[in-house]
């Protein structure tokens, strides 16, 4: 760590005591809020910072703490160390209180209040902390932000949406009416509502269960819902899970494997179906990922296609106001979305609502995917410029004159591709914007791509609505 990066810890320290003691003004909220959005490291920091204080404050909130024994205990772990850590003597890579000093001050406590340690009942193991809490309304009981989850803790949300993080670093979000149970340190059950987890590699193996799923995480952002009637959804966005399915499933199930871009639906019964299309308001996002506002009414309801019944679970990803650059492409793939040029993406198009189609479908001569449009609305076909357009475009689009790149991620085919930052940033692929008016709700069918001239370039066409309405802001139009 260099003395900039010191600095910059030293500063988050002092804003988030100045903030936990209640004696931050505004100027330090916002610096702090700044501090937090901007830097990565700096949220990482911040994040075990309020998991280690939570944690003494829910451990010791009813105990007194003899200021001798405090002493004696502070002592004991050498006061000249510790403040040399913060001094930037030999900056830590994580500022944070040491564990002997919790230690000792626990040890001190209960010696303090005559209490052998050989006699004390344990605590129930603490594993996880609640970060942010949002309209959030209790079926019995009340948690706030900051508060410690222990093992054998059961979440009753009424309404409204929490989130947490496991201290391996799953982090979790609840939304609606939902019941969430801690069984360990690494897994959870629920019998009704709908969650969204976030798997780095230190929480591999996270398990949430279901009265009749199992779902492990194998490194992954996935989705579950059990609805009133007892069955589960399944969405599976980035990574892959283990799935076992059936009456309180154990490990020694049988299990399937669920890849990114694929969802399913298990019946009460364990019957599996596959799930067609899921909106991104379907499961809950994190605050801090959040998209702006999309339109009050959406405009793609649902999209289905003729070529997976049985076939497999893959499902088509509905995006509310949600293209910008670098947007998500395909569910099958890293690719993204960009504008061609620096000038960015057309201002029809900029928080366009769009759908996330399966790469793999232009292998599919006799594909028909169905978009059902709820509301009147332009929609879009983004269409690769190194492939024949198509028969069904050519007669029911037209061609608007301007262009989106596509940025394509690494693969084996072609290993030396990496993903760019903003407009124009290593487009590799040119796509024709072609658009038709829907003025009434209806379902359009989109047919097949045609055979591609060459192997590069060659990718499923992309998909995108707006209000009929145009965009009224300067700047470039599709009108």
Do not use: C
Request: hydrophobic share 40%.
């Amino acid at each position: 760590m260099n003395d900039d990066e010191t600095e910059v810890f030293r500063r988050l320290h002092d804003l988030a005591a100045a903030e936990l003691d209640g004696s931050a003004t505004l100027d330090e909220k916002a610096e702090l809020k700044a501090l937090l959005r901007d830097d990565p490291a700096s949220r990482q920091l911040y994040v075990e910072y309020i998991q280690d204080t939570a944690g003494l404050r829910w451990s010791f909130a009813h105990t007194t703490i003899p200021i001798n024994d405090v002493q004696l205990a502070v002592d004991h772990v050498t006061t000249e160390a510790f403040a040399g850590e913060f001094a930037g003597e030999r900056p830590p890579s994580r500022v944070r209180l040491r564990w002997a000093a919790y230690l000792a001050l626990a040890a001190s406590a209960l010696i303090g209040a005559g209490v052998y340690l050989r006699d004390a009942a344990p605590p129930p193991q603490s594993v996880a902390v609640l970060t942010r809490a949002i309209d959030a309304v209790w079926e019995e009981g009340e948690l706030r932000e900051l508060d410690r989850l222990h093992v054998g803790q059961a979440l009753e949300l009424k309404s409204g949406q929490v989130e947490m993080i496991f201290d391996t670093g799953v982090e979790v979000v609840l939304q609606g009416r939902t019941h969430f149970e801690i069984r360990s340190t690494d897994s959870a059950f629920s019998n009704r509502g709908t969650i969204s987890a976030r798997v780095g590699s230190d929480g591999k193996g996270f398990t949430i269960d279901t009265p009749n799923a199992r779902v492990i995480d194998l490194g992954t952002e996935f989705g579950v819902a059990i609805n009133e009637a007892g069955e589960t959804e399944v969405a599976v966005f980035d990574g892959k899970v283990d799935l076992a399915v059936g009456a309180a499933p154990s490990d020694q199930a049988a299990r399937q494997e669920l890849v990114q871009g694929e969802a399913i639906r298990v019946g009460v019964d364990g019957q599996v179906d596959r799930v067609t299309a899921i909106a991104s308001d379907r499961f809950p996002v994190s605050a801090s990922l959040r998209p702006g506002v999309g339109p009050l009414l959406p405009i793609i309801r649902d999209v289905s296609d003729n070529i997976r019944v049985g076939d497999s679970n893959k499902f088509y990803r509905i995006v509310r106001s949600g293209l910008h650059e670098d947007s998500p492409a395909f569910v099958d793939r890293k690719h993204q979305w960009n504008s061609t040029d620096k000038q960015g993406l057309p201002l029809d198009l900029e928080g366009a609502e769009y759908v996330m189609p399966f790469n793999d479908d232009k292998f599919h001569d006799g594909l028909k995917v169905s978009v059902d449009v709820a509301q009147p609305a332009t929609l879009y076909v983004f269409y690769s410029d190194s492939m024949k357009p198509p028969k069904w475009l050519q007669e029911e689009f037209v061609d608007t004159g301007f262009d989106v790149g596509l940025d394509e991620s690494q693969s084996v085919y072609h290993k030396n591709f990496k993903l760019g930052v903003g407009p124009g940033e290593n487009v590799d692929t040119i796509f024709s914007v072609w658009k038709r008016e829907i003025r009434t709700p209806q379902v359009v069918e989109l047919g097949a791509v045609e055979s591609h001239r060459s192997g590069f370039g060659y990718n499923m066409y992309g998909i995108a609505t707006a209000p009929l309405e145009p965009a009224k802001n300067a700047g470039r139009n599709l009108q």
